[in-house]
């Protein structure tokens, strides 16, 4: 059985790889054998295929996204890839290294070092960021707005604009 937790990772099985190699096929064929027609209503049905329940909730978590207009990313974590740099954690969190760093240092995301280097385990950085996603709604315009005059504020009172 693959393990689904709530960051939506699955850590497929034999079994699981190989129901997966098998929906793909049908899905491929699919493609293969619809017609293209170019405009909006280019879909492609697929009748019957047989998907992990794992998969199916992360392809329902994505759908539920994409249907309230939210963006989505899929990140594959490679065989071994159990740890990354704090560069690529930081673009997977869509934040700058050094307010990822902070978050490291304050306890918020596990990591261990290599050296000098901080490595940050996948699992725990996934984990953040749907506690993140979750925990707090999306700003509006507004206060998008207001942030960024804010900041525009904060730099002229300390000599930084342009």
Do not use: C, F, N, W
């Not at 099985?13 to 170019?38: F, Y």
């Not at 490679?78 to 902070?102: F, H, N, Q, Y």
């Not at 070092?113 to 707090?136: E, F, S, W």
């Amino acid at each position: 059985m693959a393990v689904a937790d709530p960051t939506g990772v699955i850590v497929p099985t034999a079994q699981i790889t190989e129901a997966a190699k098998r929906a793909r096929e049908v899905v491929a064929r699919a493609v293969r054998q619809a017609p293209e027609q170019g405009d909006a209503s280019d879909t492609v049905r697929i009748e019957l295929v047989e998907l992990s329940r794992p998969l199916v909730h992360l392809l329902m978590r994505i759908l539920d996204d994409l249907s309230e207009g939210h963006a989505v990313a899929v990140h594959t974590i490679a065989d071994g890839e159990e740890e990354v740099s704090t560069s690529k954690a930081a673009r997977i969190l869509g934040m700058s290294r050094p307010t990822l760093i902070d978050l490291l240092e304050k306890g918020e995301i596990p990591y261990r070092m290599v050296g000098t280097h901080r490595r940050v385990p996948v699992l725990d950085l996934l984990t953040y960021k749907v506690r993140m996603q979750r925990g707090r709604p999306a700003p509006s315009r507004a206060e998008k707005l207001r942030a960024l005059e804010e900041m525009a504020d904060y730099t002229d009172r300390l000599g930084l604009g342009y």
